[in-house]
Protein backbone atom coordinates (compact mmCIF):
# COMPACT_ATOMS: atom_id res chain seq x y z
CA UNK A 1 0.00 0.00 0.00
CA UNK A 2 3.13 2.11 1.03
CA UNK A 3 4.44 1.26 -2.15
CA UNK A 4 1.38 2.37 -4.11
CA UNK A 5 1.32 5.36 -2.18
CA UNK A 6 4.86 6.39 -3.02
CA UNK A 7 4.06 5.64 -6.79
CA UNK A 8 1.02 7.92 -6.91
CA UNK A 9 2.67 10.72 -5.32
CA UNK A 10 6.10 10.75 -7.55
CA UNK A 11 3.40 10.74 -10.61
CA UNK A 12 1.60 13.12 -9.22
CA UNK A 13 4.56 15.36 -8.61
CA UNK A 14 5.36 14.37 -12.19
CA UNK A 15 2.78 15.36 -14.37
CA UNK A 16 2.33 18.87 -11.91
CA UNK A 17 5.88 19.34 -12.43
CA UNK A 18 5.58 18.88 -16.64
CA UNK A 19 2.19 20.94 -16.28
CA UNK A 20 4.13 23.84 -14.47
CA UNK A 21 6.51 23.68 -17.13
CA UNK A 22 3.67 23.88 -19.68
CA UNK A 23 2.31 26.55 -17.90
CA UNK A 24 5.58 28.70 -17.46
CA UNK A 25 6.12 28.20 -21.43
CA UNK A 26 2.65 29.57 -21.91
CA UNK A 27 3.13 32.22 -20.02
CA UNK A 28 6.94 33.11 -21.46
CA UNK A 29 4.93 32.61 -25.08
CA UNK A 30 2.01 34.98 -24.04
CA UNK A 31 3.36 37.67 -21.95
CA UNK A 32 6.91 38.22 -22.49
CA UNK A 33 6.98 37.24 -26.22
CA UNK A 34 3.30 37.50 -26.79
CA UNK A 35 3.56 40.89 -29.17
CA UNK A 36 6.03 39.30 -31.16
CA UNK A 37 4.56 36.05 -32.26
CA UNK A 38 0.61 38.00 -32.57
CA UNK A 39 2.74 40.26 -35.31
CA UNK A 40 4.18 37.02 -37.03
CA UNK A 41 1.04 35.36 -37.04
CA UNK A 42 -0.71 39.03 -38.41
CA UNK A 43 1.81 38.62 -40.82
CA UNK A 44 1.43 35.01 -42.13
CA UNK A 45 -2.39 35.97 -42.23
CA UNK A 46 -2.18 39.55 -43.58
CA UNK A 47 -2.87 39.88 -47.20
CA UNK A 48 -3.34 42.88 -49.89
CA UNK A 49 -4.58 41.18 -53.28
CA UNK A 50 -5.00 43.08 -56.19
CA UNK A 51 -7.81 43.36 -58.97
CA UNK A 52 -6.72 44.28 -62.55
CA UNK A 53 -8.60 47.10 -64.32
CA UNK A 54 -10.13 46.19 -67.73
CA UNK A 55 -8.16 48.45 -70.26
CA UNK A 56 -11.44 50.56 -72.25
CA UNK A 57 -12.06 49.77 -75.63
CA UNK A 58 -11.13 52.28 -78.54
CA UNK A 59 -14.60 52.30 -81.17
CA UNK A 60 -14.67 53.54 -84.79
CA UNK A 61 -17.04 54.47 -86.64
CA UNK A 62 -19.20 52.40 -89.62
CA UNK A 63 -21.50 54.54 -91.14
CA UNK A 64 -23.87 54.50 -88.47
CA UNK A 65 -22.73 51.79 -86.16
CA UNK A 66 -19.68 51.23 -83.79
CA UNK A 67 -17.02 48.95 -83.93
CA UNK A 68 -14.04 48.02 -81.68
CA UNK A 69 -10.26 48.65 -83.30
CA UNK A 70 -8.79 48.51 -80.31
CA UNK A 71 -10.05 45.55 -77.64
CA UNK A 72 -8.83 43.24 -74.53
CA UNK A 73 -8.80 39.39 -75.17
CA UNK A 74 -8.55 36.90 -72.50
CA UNK A 75 -6.81 33.89 -72.36
CA UNK A 76 -4.23 31.70 -71.30
CA UNK A 77 -0.36 31.82 -70.58
CA UNK A 78 1.06 28.20 -70.13
CA UNK A 79 3.89 27.18 -67.99
CA UNK A 80 5.71 24.73 -67.08
CA UNK A 81 7.10 22.88 -63.83
CA UNK A 82 10.21 21.33 -65.13
CA UNK A 83 10.67 19.79 -61.62
CA UNK A 84 7.48 17.08 -62.71
CA UNK A 85 9.35 16.50 -66.15
CA UNK A 86 10.68 12.84 -66.06
CA UNK A 87 10.76 13.02 -69.90
CA UNK A 88 11.01 16.19 -71.74
CA UNK A 89 11.46 14.90 -75.10
CA UNK A 90 7.71 12.74 -74.70
CA UNK A 91 6.25 15.59 -73.09
CA UNK A 92 6.94 18.24 -76.32
CA UNK A 93 5.70 15.25 -79.07
CA UNK A 94 2.21 14.68 -76.67
CA UNK A 95 1.93 18.65 -76.41
CA UNK A 96 2.83 19.06 -80.33
CA UNK A 97 0.32 16.19 -81.25
CA UNK A 98 -2.49 18.52 -79.38
CA UNK A 99 -1.51 22.02 -80.08
CA UNK A 100 1.15 24.30 -82.08
CA UNK A 101 3.52 26.04 -79.90
CA UNK A 102 5.85 28.59 -81.46
CA UNK A 103 8.85 27.59 -78.90
CA UNK A 104 11.23 25.43 -81.27
CA UNK A 105 11.28 22.11 -79.95
CA UNK A 106 14.94 22.44 -78.71
CA UNK A 107 13.88 25.64 -76.81
CA UNK A 108 11.53 23.38 -75.09
CA UNK A 109 13.22 20.45 -74.36
CA UNK A 110 16.27 22.99 -73.04
CA UNK A 111 13.73 24.86 -70.46
CA UNK A 112 11.76 21.50 -69.91
CA UNK A 113 14.63 19.62 -68.20
CA UNK A 114 15.69 22.74 -65.70
CA UNK A 115 15.27 20.12 -62.94
CA UNK A 116 15.71 22.81 -60.29
CA UNK A 117 13.60 25.31 -61.76
CA UNK A 118 9.86 25.13 -60.65
CA UNK A 119 8.88 27.88 -63.72
CA UNK A 120 8.90 28.60 -67.30
CA UNK A 121 6.80 30.21 -69.58
CA UNK A 122 6.41 28.48 -72.89
CA UNK A 123 3.50 29.94 -74.75
CA UNK A 124 1.12 33.09 -74.58
CA UNK A 125 -2.45 33.60 -75.34
CA UNK A 126 -4.01 30.13 -75.33
CA UNK A 127 -7.04 29.92 -76.36
CA UNK A 128 -10.02 28.36 -74.18
CA UNK A 129 -10.36 25.43 -76.13
CA UNK A 130 -6.82 24.33 -76.67
CA UNK A 131 -6.16 24.66 -73.09
CA UNK A 132 -9.37 22.38 -72.83
CA UNK A 133 -7.62 20.15 -75.04
CA UNK A 134 -3.93 19.91 -73.19
CA UNK A 135 -5.84 19.56 -70.05
CA UNK A 136 -7.87 16.55 -70.86
CA UNK A 137 -4.34 14.94 -72.07
CA UNK A 138 -3.31 15.17 -68.71
CA UNK A 139 -0.04 16.26 -69.23
CA UNK A 140 2.47 16.02 -65.70
CA UNK A 141 4.40 19.73 -64.95
CA UNK A 142 1.83 21.62 -67.57
CA UNK A 143 0.15 23.97 -66.28
CA UNK A 144 -2.25 27.72 -66.85
CA UNK A 145 -2.58 31.04 -65.89
CA UNK A 146 -5.08 33.45 -67.04
CA UNK A 147 -3.74 36.31 -69.29
CA UNK A 148 -4.77 39.55 -70.93
CA UNK A 149 -3.57 41.23 -74.63
CA UNK A 150 -4.46 43.69 -76.47
CA UNK A 151 -5.87 42.89 -79.76
CA UNK A 152 -6.17 45.50 -82.94
CA UNK A 153 -8.87 43.78 -85.26
CA UNK A 154 -8.14 45.51 -88.12
CA UNK A 155 -4.53 44.69 -88.15
CA UNK A 156 -2.71 47.64 -89.61
CA UNK A 157 -5.97 49.97 -89.42
CA UNK A 158 -5.41 53.32 -88.66
CA UNK A 159 -2.08 52.23 -86.61
CA UNK A 160 -0.02 55.46 -86.47
CA UNK A 161 -3.17 57.29 -85.33
CA UNK A 162 -4.77 54.19 -82.54
CA UNK A 163 -0.36 53.44 -81.69
CA UNK A 164 -0.49 50.03 -79.37
CA UNK A 165 0.02 48.87 -76.06
CA UNK A 166 3.15 47.78 -74.57
CA UNK A 167 4.86 44.74 -72.28
CA UNK A 168 4.37 46.53 -69.45
CA UNK A 169 0.53 47.29 -70.12
CA UNK A 170 0.92 51.06 -71.08
CA UNK A 171 -0.02 52.72 -74.11
CA UNK A 172 2.54 53.46 -77.04
CA UNK A 173 1.70 55.73 -79.64
CA UNK A 174 -1.05 57.76 -80.86
CA UNK A 175 -4.18 57.29 -78.91
CA UNK A 176 -3.51 54.27 -77.18
CA UNK A 177 -0.65 56.77 -75.44
CA UNK A 178 -2.54 60.36 -75.21
CA UNK A 179 -5.27 58.64 -73.68
CA UNK A 180 -3.72 56.44 -71.62
CA UNK A 181 -4.95 57.10 -68.50
CA UNK A 182 -8.68 57.41 -69.38
CA UNK A 183 -8.02 54.08 -71.36
CA UNK A 184 -6.16 52.28 -67.97
CA UNK A 185 -8.58 53.12 -65.67
CA UNK A 186 -7.48 52.18 -61.89
CA UNK A 187 -6.54 49.07 -60.24
CA UNK A 188 -8.92 47.44 -57.35
CA UNK A 189 -7.30 46.36 -54.10
CA UNK A 190 -8.51 44.27 -50.73
CA UNK A 191 -6.70 44.68 -48.06
CA UNK A 192 -7.53 41.87 -44.88
CA UNK A 193 -6.89 38.51 -43.90
CA UNK A 194 -6.92 35.43 -44.88
CA UNK A 195 -7.19 31.78 -43.22
CA UNK A 196 -5.06 29.17 -43.42
CA UNK A 197 -6.12 27.42 -46.09
CA UNK A 198 -6.16 31.35 -48.11
CA UNK A 199 -9.42 31.82 -48.57
CA UNK A 200 -9.78 35.79 -47.98
CA UNK A 201 -11.93 37.19 -45.09
CA UNK A 202 -14.74 39.57 -45.76
CA UNK A 203 -14.98 41.04 -42.80
CA UNK A 204 -13.58 42.63 -39.86
CA UNK A 205 -10.18 44.93 -40.60
CA UNK A 206 -10.74 44.01 -44.00
CA UNK A 207 -11.13 47.16 -46.75
CA UNK A 208 -11.52 46.86 -50.73
CA UNK A 209 -11.64 49.59 -52.95
CA UNK A 210 -13.52 47.88 -56.68
CA UNK A 211 -10.99 48.34 -59.52
CA UNK A 212 -12.43 51.20 -62.23
CA UNK A 213 -12.46 49.60 -64.98
CA UNK A 214 -10.84 52.12 -68.19
CA UNK A 215 -13.47 53.96 -70.13
CA UNK A 216 -14.23 53.64 -74.12
CA UNK A 217 -13.51 55.86 -76.61
CA UNK A 218 -15.21 56.82 -79.48
CA UNK A 219 -13.20 57.96 -82.77
CA UNK A 220 -14.15 60.34 -85.29
CA UNK A 221 -12.83 57.76 -87.97
CA UNK A 222 -14.87 55.68 -90.41
CA UNK A 223 -13.81 52.68 -91.13
CA UNK A 224 -15.13 52.87 -94.83
CA UNK A 225 -13.53 56.17 -95.75
CA UNK A 226 -10.12 54.84 -93.60
CA UNK A 227 -9.77 51.90 -95.66
CA UNK A 228 -10.17 53.16 -98.87
CA UNK A 229 -7.87 56.02 -97.89
CA UNK A 230 -5.13 53.48 -96.90
CA UNK A 231 -5.83 51.53 -100.05
CA UNK A 232 -5.35 54.61 -102.24
CA UNK A 233 -1.89 55.47 -100.36
CA UNK A 234 -0.35 51.75 -100.48
CA UNK A 235 -1.05 51.82 -104.24
CA UNK A 236 0.61 54.81 -104.89
CA UNK A 237 3.78 54.49 -102.73
CA UNK A 238 4.22 51.00 -105.00
CA UNK A 239 3.02 52.68 -108.49
CA UNK A 240 5.70 55.73 -108.01
CA UNK A 241 7.84 53.99 -105.25
CA UNK A 242 7.76 56.66 -103.14
CA UNK A 243 9.44 56.47 -99.75
CA UNK A 244 6.35 57.38 -98.13
CA UNK A 245 2.41 58.82 -98.80
CA UNK A 246 -0.04 60.06 -96.58
CA UNK A 247 -3.60 61.58 -96.29
CA UNK A 248 -5.97 63.47 -93.66
CA UNK A 249 -10.02 63.59 -94.69
CA UNK A 250 -11.48 65.73 -92.15
CA UNK A 251 -14.87 67.76 -91.92
CA UNK A 252 -13.37 71.69 -92.82
CA UNK A 253 -16.13 73.26 -90.71
CA UNK A 254 -15.89 71.31 -87.50
CA UNK A 255 -12.29 69.31 -87.17
CA UNK A 256 -13.40 66.26 -87.43
CA UNK A 257 -11.17 63.96 -89.05
CA UNK A 258 -12.29 61.28 -90.52
CA UNK A 259 -9.76 59.86 -91.76
CA UNK A 260 -5.74 59.68 -91.39
CA UNK A 261 -3.13 57.69 -92.65
CA UNK A 262 0.76 57.27 -94.09
CA UNK A 263 3.01 54.14 -95.04
CA UNK A 264 4.63 52.36 -94.56
CA UNK A 265 2.51 51.54 -91.56
CA UNK A 266 2.33 48.47 -89.04
CA UNK A 267 0.48 45.91 -87.44
CA UNK A 268 0.40 46.89 -83.58
CA UNK A 269 -0.68 42.61 -83.16
CA UNK A 270 2.81 42.02 -83.80
CA UNK A 271 4.69 45.32 -83.34
CA UNK A 272 7.98 43.86 -81.32
CA UNK A 273 8.39 42.34 -85.01
CA UNK A 274 9.03 46.13 -86.40
CA UNK A 275 12.40 46.53 -87.33
CA UNK A 276 12.67 50.31 -87.91
CA UNK A 277 10.22 52.16 -85.10
CA UNK A 278 10.47 54.98 -87.00
CA UNK A 279 7.34 53.62 -88.65
CA UNK A 280 5.28 53.82 -85.18
CA UNK A 281 5.27 57.63 -86.12
CA UNK A 282 2.61 59.56 -87.20
CA UNK A 283 4.06 61.98 -90.37
CA UNK A 284 1.53 63.79 -90.87
CA UNK A 285 1.43 64.75 -87.17
CA UNK A 286 4.76 64.72 -86.10
CA UNK A 287 7.03 65.13 -89.53
CA UNK A 288 7.75 69.22 -91.07
CA UNK A 289 7.54 69.49 -94.76
CA UNK A 290 8.14 72.32 -97.60
CA UNK A 291 4.43 71.67 -98.82
CA UNK A 292 4.50 73.81 -102.08
CA UNK A 293 2.22 75.11 -104.19
CA UNK A 294 -0.67 74.22 -101.77
CA UNK A 295 0.09 77.15 -100.09
CA UNK A 296 -0.80 79.46 -102.83
CA UNK A 297 -4.33 79.65 -101.95
CA UNK A 298 -3.08 81.03 -98.21
CA UNK A 299 -1.23 83.46 -100.23
CA UNK A 300 -3.82 84.85 -102.58
CA UNK A 301 -6.35 84.81 -99.23
CA UNK A 302 -4.34 87.04 -97.42
CA UNK A 303 -3.76 89.59 -100.06
CA UNK A 304 -7.98 89.45 -101.00
CA UNK A 305 -8.65 89.32 -97.33
CA UNK A 306 -6.48 92.78 -96.80
CA UNK A 307 -7.58 93.91 -100.18
CA UNK A 308 -4.40 94.07 -101.35
CA UNK A 309 -5.32 92.87 -104.66
CA UNK A 310 -8.56 92.41 -105.79
CA UNK A 311 -10.38 89.62 -108.25
CA UNK A 312 -9.72 92.14 -111.39
CA UNK A 313 -6.29 92.44 -110.79
CA UNK A 314 -3.55 91.51 -113.27
CA UNK A 315 0.20 91.55 -113.75
CA UNK A 316 2.87 91.36 -116.16
CA UNK A 317 4.11 87.32 -115.65
CA UNK A 318 7.87 87.49 -116.71
CA UNK A 319 8.76 83.59 -116.25
CA UNK A 320 12.00 84.49 -113.77
CA UNK A 321 12.69 86.84 -111.12
CA UNK A 322 16.11 87.93 -110.12
CA UNK A 323 16.12 88.52 -105.96
CA UNK A 324 18.78 89.15 -103.77
CA UNK A 325 20.64 87.83 -105.78
CA UNK A 326 19.09 84.37 -106.82
CA UNK A 327 16.73 83.60 -109.59
CA UNK A 328 13.36 82.02 -109.07
CA UNK A 329 10.79 80.76 -112.18
CA UNK A 330 7.32 79.46 -113.07
CA UNK A 331 7.56 75.49 -113.19
CA UNK A 332 8.44 75.49 -117.09
CA UNK A 333 10.04 79.20 -116.85
CA UNK A 334 7.87 80.70 -119.24
CA UNK A 335 6.27 84.04 -119.41
CA UNK A 336 2.57 84.79 -119.55
CA UNK A 337 2.69 88.76 -120.18
CA UNK A 338 -0.24 90.49 -118.75
CA UNK A 339 -2.66 87.86 -117.31
CA UNK A 340 -5.34 88.35 -114.44
CA UNK A 341 -4.77 86.56 -110.43
CA UNK A 342 -6.88 83.56 -111.60
CA UNK A 343 -4.20 82.31 -113.91
CA UNK A 344 -1.64 82.34 -110.43
CA UNK A 345 -3.81 79.28 -109.43
CA UNK A 346 -4.94 77.98 -112.86
CA UNK A 347 -1.55 77.57 -113.87
CA UNK A 348 0.40 77.45 -110.25
CA UNK A 349 2.46 80.66 -111.13
CA UNK A 350 5.55 81.09 -108.68
CA UNK A 351 6.12 84.57 -110.23
CA UNK A 352 2.22 85.28 -109.80
CA UNK A 353 2.21 84.35 -106.31
CA UNK A 354 5.22 86.53 -105.72
CA UNK A 355 3.78 89.71 -107.04
CA UNK A 356 0.69 89.12 -104.90
CA UNK A 357 3.24 88.66 -101.15
CA UNK A 358 4.75 92.38 -102.46
CA UNK A 359 1.11 93.80 -103.41
CA UNK A 360 0.33 92.68 -99.68
CA UNK A 361 3.99 93.63 -98.30
CA UNK A 362 6.35 91.45 -96.59
CA UNK A 363 4.79 92.62 -92.44
CA UNK A 364 1.50 91.81 -93.18
CA UNK A 365 1.90 88.52 -95.38
CA UNK A 366 4.06 87.08 -92.15
CA UNK A 367 1.18 88.27 -89.94
CA UNK A 368 -1.36 86.23 -92.00
CA UNK A 369 0.65 83.10 -92.23
CA UNK A 370 0.78 83.15 -88.40
CA UNK A 371 -2.63 83.92 -88.28
CA UNK A 372 -3.52 80.64 -90.29
CA UNK A 373 -1.63 79.01 -87.54
CA UNK A 374 1.48 77.52 -89.55
CA UNK A 375 3.79 77.86 -86.65
CA UNK A 376 1.81 76.53 -83.77
CA UNK A 377 0.62 73.14 -82.54
CA UNK A 378 -3.11 71.89 -83.69
CA UNK A 379 -3.78 70.73 -80.05
CA UNK A 380 -4.56 67.50 -82.18
CA UNK A 381 -5.32 64.71 -79.38
CA UNK A 382 -2.30 62.44 -80.68
CA UNK A 383 1.15 62.74 -78.69
CA UNK A 384 4.57 63.65 -80.22
CA UNK A 385 2.73 67.04 -82.57
CA UNK A 386 5.44 69.29 -83.96
CA UNK A 387 5.49 73.14 -84.62
CA UNK A 388 5.90 73.99 -88.21
CA UNK A 389 8.85 76.64 -88.78
CA UNK A 390 8.41 80.52 -89.51
CA UNK A 391 11.48 81.28 -89.47
CA UNK A 392 12.91 82.31 -92.49
CA UNK A 393 10.21 85.45 -92.62
CA UNK A 394 11.69 86.84 -89.32
CA UNK A 395 14.60 88.02 -91.92
CA UNK A 396 14.38 91.30 -93.98
CA UNK A 397 15.20 89.52 -97.25
CA UNK A 398 12.54 89.53 -99.76
CA UNK A 399 13.36 86.17 -101.28
CA UNK A 400 12.72 84.08 -98.04
CA UNK A 401 9.20 85.80 -98.40
CA UNK A 402 9.07 85.06 -102.27
CA UNK A 403 9.77 81.68 -101.65
CA UNK A 404 7.37 81.34 -98.70
CA UNK A 405 4.81 82.64 -100.90
CA UNK A 406 4.28 79.67 -102.82
CA UNK A 407 5.19 77.01 -100.03
CA UNK A 408 9.34 76.85 -100.28
CA UNK A 409 11.68 77.66 -97.30
CA UNK A 410 8.57 77.02 -94.53
CA UNK A 411 7.21 73.92 -93.05
CA UNK A 412 4.70 72.77 -91.55
CA UNK A 413 2.63 69.64 -90.46
CA UNK A 414 -0.07 67.58 -92.42
CA UNK A 415 -2.34 69.21 -89.69
CA UNK A 416 -1.10 72.38 -89.12
CA UNK A 417 -1.63 72.79 -93.44
CA UNK A 418 -5.10 71.24 -93.22
CA UNK A 419 -6.45 73.20 -90.63
CA UNK A 420 -5.18 76.48 -92.02
CA UNK A 421 -6.95 75.38 -95.81
CA UNK A 422 -10.03 74.75 -93.84
CA UNK A 423 -10.38 78.15 -93.07
CA UNK A 424 -10.85 79.01 -97.24
CA UNK A 425 -13.04 76.01 -97.37
CA UNK A 426 -15.56 76.84 -93.85
CA UNK A 427 -15.83 80.72 -94.55
CA UNK A 428 -13.01 81.84 -92.88
CA UNK A 429 -12.66 80.10 -89.14
CA UNK A 430 -9.84 78.11 -87.85
CA UNK A 431 -10.81 75.02 -86.66
CA UNK A 432 -8.76 72.67 -84.12
CA UNK A 433 -8.46 68.72 -85.64
CA UNK A 434 -9.79 66.25 -83.43
CA UNK A 435 -9.74 62.12 -83.18
CA UNK A 436 -11.72 61.40 -79.92
CA UNK A 437 -15.43 62.72 -80.20
CA UNK A 438 -16.74 60.53 -77.01
CA UNK A 439 -15.49 59.14 -73.80
CA UNK A 440 -17.62 56.24 -72.24
CA UNK A 441 -17.19 55.09 -68.99
CA UNK A 442 -17.98 51.48 -67.36
CA UNK A 443 -21.33 52.27 -66.82
CA UNK A 444 -21.70 53.61 -70.53
CA UNK A 445 -22.20 57.03 -69.39
CA UNK A 446 -21.03 59.27 -72.41
CA UNK A 447 -18.76 62.71 -72.19
CA UNK A 448 -18.33 64.79 -75.39
CA UNK A 449 -15.18 66.10 -75.57
CA UNK A 450 -15.06 69.46 -75.05
CA UNK A 451 -13.76 72.23 -78.53
CA UNK A 452 -12.18 75.57 -78.51
CA UNK A 453 -14.34 77.82 -79.93
CA UNK A 454 -12.71 78.34 -83.74
CA UNK A 455 -11.45 81.67 -84.48
CA UNK A 456 -12.12 84.09 -87.34
CA UNK A 457 -8.83 84.58 -89.76
CA UNK A 458 -10.48 85.50 -92.96
CA UNK A 459 -13.58 87.14 -93.72
CA UNK A 460 -16.33 85.09 -95.25
CA UNK A 461 -16.59 86.78 -98.81
CA UNK A 462 -12.63 85.83 -98.73
CA UNK A 463 -13.47 82.97 -98.46
CA UNK A 464 -15.81 82.35 -100.92
CA UNK A 465 -13.82 83.97 -103.29
CA UNK A 466 -10.63 81.76 -103.42
CA UNK A 467 -13.17 78.91 -103.36
CA UNK A 468 -14.40 80.49 -106.60
CA UNK A 469 -11.32 80.26 -108.19
CA UNK A 470 -10.50 76.94 -106.68
CA UNK A 471 -13.39 75.48 -108.61
CA UNK A 472 -12.54 77.29 -111.49
CA UNK A 473 -8.49 75.29 -111.65
CA UNK A 474 -11.00 72.13 -111.15
CA UNK A 475 -13.24 73.29 -113.77
CA UNK A 476 -11.25 74.05 -116.51
CA UNK A 477 -7.50 73.22 -115.80
CA UNK A 478 -7.20 70.44 -113.35
CA UNK A 479 -5.94 67.42 -116.20
CA UNK A 480 -7.50 69.50 -118.67
CA UNK A 481 -10.87 69.06 -117.12
CA UNK A 482 -10.73 65.87 -116.35
CA UNK A 483 -10.32 66.16 -112.56
CA UNK A 484 -14.23 67.26 -112.45
CA UNK A 485 -16.64 64.93 -110.90
CA UNK A 486 -20.37 64.83 -112.88
CA UNK A 487 -23.06 66.78 -110.25
CA UNK A 488 -20.36 68.35 -107.80
CA UNK A 489 -18.58 71.41 -107.06
CA UNK A 490 -15.09 70.79 -105.98
CA UNK A 491 -12.11 73.23 -105.49
CA UNK A 492 -8.79 71.73 -105.43
CA UNK A 493 -4.90 72.96 -106.11
CA UNK A 494 -2.08 71.01 -106.46
CA UNK A 495 1.78 71.15 -104.89
CA UNK A 496 4.93 70.27 -105.73
CA UNK A 497 7.47 70.67 -103.96
CA UNK A 498 11.59 70.79 -103.90
CA UNK A 499 12.64 68.51 -100.62
CA UNK A 500 15.71 70.28 -98.99
CA UNK A 501 19.03 68.60 -99.07
CA UNK A 502 19.83 66.79 -95.59
CA UNK A 503 23.39 66.86 -96.11
CA UNK A 504 23.83 70.44 -97.46
CA UNK A 505 22.00 74.06 -98.19
CA UNK A 506 19.50 74.20 -100.75
CA UNK A 507 17.49 71.42 -102.25
CA UNK A 508 18.18 68.04 -103.16
CA UNK A 509 16.83 66.55 -107.04
CA UNK A 510 13.91 64.94 -104.96
CA UNK A 511 10.23 66.20 -104.84
CA UNK A 512 7.28 66.02 -102.65
CA UNK A 513 4.08 66.30 -104.51
CA UNK A 514 0.80 67.45 -102.50
CA UNK A 515 -3.05 67.51 -103.32
CA UNK A 516 -6.05 69.05 -101.53
CA UNK A 517 -9.36 69.96 -102.15
CA UNK A 518 -12.88 70.08 -100.36
CA UNK A 519 -16.26 69.17 -101.65
CA UNK A 520 -19.28 70.23 -102.64
CA UNK A 521 -17.35 73.38 -102.77
CA UNK A 522 -19.98 75.89 -101.14
CA UNK A 523 -20.87 73.50 -98.47
CA UNK A 524 -17.90 71.61 -97.83
CA UNK A 525 -18.34 68.49 -96.15
CA UNK A 526 -14.94 66.92 -96.41
CA UNK A 527 -11.42 68.51 -97.24
CA UNK A 528 -8.84 65.53 -98.95
CA UNK A 529 -5.25 66.21 -98.69
CA UNK A 530 -2.81 63.80 -100.14
CA UNK A 531 0.79 63.81 -100.15
CA UNK A 532 3.62 61.17 -101.60
CA UNK A 533 6.86 61.53 -100.81
CA UNK A 534 9.81 61.22 -103.40
CA UNK A 535 7.91 59.44 -106.17
CA UNK A 536 9.62 57.87 -109.03
CA UNK A 537 9.09 58.36 -112.78
CA UNK A 538 7.08 61.24 -112.29
CA UNK A 539 7.62 64.95 -112.14
CA UNK A 540 4.68 66.99 -110.98
CA UNK A 541 1.43 66.59 -108.63
CA UNK A 542 -1.01 67.14 -110.62
CA UNK A 543 0.04 63.75 -113.09
CA UNK A 544 0.56 61.84 -109.66
CA UNK A 545 -2.75 63.14 -107.55
CA UNK A 546 -5.34 64.11 -109.56
CA UNK A 547 -6.90 60.82 -110.30
CA UNK A 548 -6.48 59.30 -106.60
CA UNK A 549 -7.94 62.70 -105.32
CA UNK A 550 -10.75 62.06 -107.68
CA UNK A 551 -11.60 58.62 -106.81
CA UNK A 552 -11.87 59.51 -103.67
CA UNK A 553 -13.94 62.51 -103.06
CA UNK A 554 -16.37 60.57 -105.46
CA UNK A 555 -16.02 57.13 -103.20
CA UNK A 556 -17.03 60.47 -99.82
CA UNK A 557 -19.82 61.68 -102.12
CA UNK A 558 -21.30 57.80 -102.59
CA UNK A 559 -20.46 56.52 -99.18
CA UNK A 560 -22.06 59.21 -97.64
CA UNK A 561 -24.71 59.71 -100.36
CA UNK A 562 -23.67 63.48 -100.51
CA UNK A 563 -26.66 65.22 -102.59
CA UNK A 564 -25.08 66.66 -106.03
CA UNK A 565 -25.38 70.34 -105.86
CA UNK A 566 -25.08 70.82 -109.63
CA UNK A 567 -27.58 68.27 -110.46
CA UNK A 568 -27.68 69.72 -114.16
CA UNK A 569 -24.73 68.00 -115.21
CA UNK A 570 -25.86 64.45 -114.49
CA UNK A 571 -29.36 65.67 -116.54
CA UNK A 572 -26.93 66.56 -119.10
CA UNK A 573 -25.72 63.30 -119.33
CA UNK A 574 -29.34 61.39 -118.98
CA UNK A 575 -30.41 60.03 -122.89
Known sequence: MNAFLKRTTHLTLFVGGLLLVVLLRIGWLQVVRGAEYREQASRQQAVSEKFEAHRGEILAHEKDAL???????????????PKLIEDPVKLYEDLSRIASTTMPRDEFIER???SDDPYEIIEHRISPSVKRAIESAKLTGIAFSPERWRFYPAADFASQVIGFVGADGTGQYGLERFYNEDLFGRDGVFVGEKTSSGKLLWFGNASLT??????SLVATLDTG????LESVLKDLQTQYHASSAGGIIMNPKTGRIIAMASVPSFDPNIYSGVE???VFKNPLVEDLFEMGSVVKPLTLAAALDAEAVTLKTTYKDTGTRTIDGRTIANFDGKARGVVPIQEILSQSLNIGTVFV??????DRFRDYMYKFGLSEKTGIDVPGEATGKLNNLDSSRLIEFATASFGQGISMTGVELVRALSSIANGGFLVDPYLIEEVRDEQGSKVEKKRSEPRRVLKEETSKMVTRMLVEVVDLKLANGKGKIPGYSVAAKTGTAQIASKNSRGYSGEFMHTFFGYGPAYDPQFLVFLYIERPQGIRYASESLTQPFRATMKHLFSYFEIIPDRPHELEAKTP
Do not use: F, R, Y
Open 357 to 362: MEQLGK
Open 276 to 278: DIA
Open 67 to 81: VPVATTKEGWLMHIN
Open 210 to 215: PAEHGA
Open 112 to 114: ASK
Open 225 to 228: VQTN
